[in-house]
């Protein structure tokens, strides 16, 4: 009975997670609460369950309202910027990669998210993402379908203009990412400065684990001079830098003695790169060990 109860878990595992990731925005916490739905699934009368698949992802979203209700005073306190933990897109990747399944793993995106709160996150993410109808949300966040229809729409709104500007086809994200990579690690002070928009932002987050801006950095100089200086004091000089696909698009990710030390992200657009989100914190650094 316990095997069969766990092969039937085990086919909504990866979905379950994919749910917790876009919600938490961490991995750790993810599997964390992943693990916690089974438990509670070996508790449930299972035999009495219609779908599975509903049953299970009613739990993890519920399990995820919770919880960011409670971390929301810990975020708070958080020191310098906060930023999702990046994964290797192998790890949160669906078998249908449909464009919003792409966008919505993006750090651009995950940040957008903590600007909603744990309903409206959910909501959105049920509906949008992964095609729920209000019938079926209604039930997994204790509203009403009416209710549900009015949440998606204040959470649209809260998030429509603060999105992309313009959408980028992979292959330019991934060119202006390499170019990037090129002048940063050079050290190419006119390279950085003809690729970054006039008004970019860096984010950096050490969580005061580890060395980091606790501002964001603005400017197309005050960045340049960032990454060129202080980020290149940051990573030691035995570092392997890799090109990968981080949260499903491409990120440089730094390596020393096999283990992740950093993670860099750009947003461009426009033939430039209007965001770059660094993570050196090593709490939040599991999801880029290689496979």
Known sequence: MQEKLQERFDEHRKFLFSIAYRMLGSVTEAEDLVQET???WRQAAVEEVESPKAYLATIITRLCINHLNSARVRRERYVGPWLPEPALTSLVEEP???ARMAES??????????SLSPVERAVLL???VFD???AEIAPIVGKTEANCRQILKRA?????DRRARFDVSPREQERLMERFAQAAGAGDMDGLLALLAEDVTLWADGGGKAVAALRPVRGRAKVARFIIGALGKLVPPDKVSRLLEVNGQPGIVNYVA???????IIDAA?????????????EKLAGVFEQ
Not at 156 to 160: E, K, Q, S
Not at 258 to 264: F, W
């Open 156 to 160: 649209r709104a809260h998030i429509a």
């Open 132 to 134: 729920y109808d209000y």
């Open 258 to 264: 096999d283990e992740p030390h950093s993670v860099v």
């Open 96 to 98: 249908l990669r449909a």
């Open 270 to 282: 426009e033939e430039r790169v209007w965001s770059v989100y660094v993570i050196t914190n090593p």
């Open 105 to 114: 793993l993006t750090l651009a995106f995950l940040i957008l998210l903590e």
């Open 38 to 40: 089974f438990l509670r």
């Open 126 to 128: 049920l509906r949008e």
